[in-house]
């Protein structure tokens, strides 16, 4: 590939890498949902699979949301308490991004003895404390081979954010929280144990207001895929496009122009806190506006397209990231709203 091709070189680089391989598994279990029996009774999810949460009608108007996260052994093994940390924000992150709030937090973890689950234990119990929602409980089994950890969370969402509503012409926003570090060796920009609790909290609380306002209608959070690979999947899931300015991403200072390798790094980074919204167009001022009033960096990134490819714009060049016509990202294959 040659020097003139960044915007390919670049495409080429997030195919290969580990957060978008991993993502395109959950294929196999969309496909094997989409052919089991309908157990739930119609109506009572309000979005197909592929979202961040299942949202469930709550009877009076809104939704309660369910969210759940597990973890790789290694990564639970080499850094316990921060794994019981992430357990509980990002599936706060995912309440929020279906612009809930979150009621509740329960657990499952395996240990070798007690002593090992004890720094699984305080890392939960401190991310519970700092974004204030109680721990409720959970199962334990300190006999096993291997440590590993679940977390789930329960929330409510007067209204709903979902995947399914971007719509073409919709403009891609990115906020992403700056103010952090890399946890090395990791993937991971951490902006949220250092942070005041009450930061964290209002933080959260700005993905359900703009939900209430009707300022958005469509976001995810910032998984292990990278801002592009959960751009990917959220496209996926409206069965739409869209056209990204890679330059226009938000960056912490570190990550200069022309380091491609940093710039691979961030591009591909799982956030402490981060999403991808879609916004009308005329509501992107005023969702700027209400994330940068809060110092979190933001902004518009792209624009939705009806033909379902996603194009990369970088530095003077347009490459062809996927075609999800061609190759569901996620395979949700839900139906397209709007």
């Known amino acids: 590939m040659s020097e003139a091709d960044p915007a390919q070189r670049l495409c080429e680089a997030l195919r290969a890498s580990r957060g978008f391989l991993h993502k395109q598994d959950?294929?196999?279990?969309?496909?094997?949902?989409?052919?089991?029996?309908?157990?739930?009774?119609?109506?009572?999810?309000?979005?197909?699979?592929g979202d961040d949460c299942a949202a469930i009608a709550d009877g009076a108007g809104g939704h309660l949301l369910f969210a759940i996260e597990g973890f790789v052994d290694d990564f639970v093994e080499r850094e316990p308490w921060f794994a019981g940390w992430?357990?509980?924000m990002v599936n706060l992150s995912d309440v929020a991004a279906m612009g809930g709030r979150p009621l509740a937090v329960?657990?499952?973890?395996?240990?070798?003895d007690s002593a090992a689950a004890e720094p699984l234990m305080q890392g939960l119990v401190a991310a519970c404390e700092h974004y204030g929602?109680?721990?409720v409980g959970g199962h334990s089994n300190h006999r096993s081979s291997r440590s590993q950890l679940a977390v789930a969370v329960l929330g409510r969402a007067r209204r709903l954010l979902t995947s399914f509503d971007a719509r073409p012409g919709d403009v891609l926003v990115m906020a992403v929280d700056l103010r952090g570090r890399w946890q090395e060796p990791y993937p991971y920009w951490n902006a949220a144990t250092g942070a005041p609790a009450e930061r964290l909290r209002a933080d959260l609380e700005l993905l359900p207001q703009l939900a209430e306002a009707g300022l958005a209608d469509a976001a995810k959070d910032i998984s292990m895929a990278g801002v592009l690979g959960t751009a990917l999947m959220l496209l996926d899931c409206s069965r739409a496009g869209a056209v990204i300015d890679v330059d226009a991403i938000p960056r912490p200072p570190t990550v200069t122009e022309g380091d491609d390798a940093a710039l691979l790094r961030w591009l591909t980074a799982f956030p402490s806190y981060g999403f991808v919204l879609s916004v009308r167009p005329a509501q992107v001022p005023a969702v700027l506006r209400h994330f940068q009033a809060r110092d979190i960096a933001a902004a518009a990134i792209g624009e939705v397209t009806a033909a379902p490819t996603?194009?990369?714009?970088?530095?003077?060049?347009?490459?062809?990231?996927?075609?999800?016509?061609?190759?569901?990202?996620?395979?949700?294959?839900?139906?397209?709203h709007g």
């Not at 094997?32 to 999810?45: E, N």
């Not at 329960?106 to 070798?112: E, P, T």
């Not at 714009?313 to 996927?322: E, I, M, Q, S």
């Open 26 to 49: 959950i294929g196999s279990a969309m496909d094997l949902l989409a052919q089991a029996r309908p157990v739930a009774a119609p109506g009572v999810l309000s979005v197909p699979n």
């Open 106 to 112: 329960v657990d499952a973890l395996w240990s070798a």
């Open 133 to 135: 929602v109680p721990l």
């Open 86 to 88: 992430c357990g509980v």
């Open 310 to 336: 996603v194009q990369l714009h970088h530095r003077g060049g347009r490459a062809p990231l996927w075609d999800l016509a061609a190759r569901p990202f996620i395979t949700a294959r839900g139906p397209a």
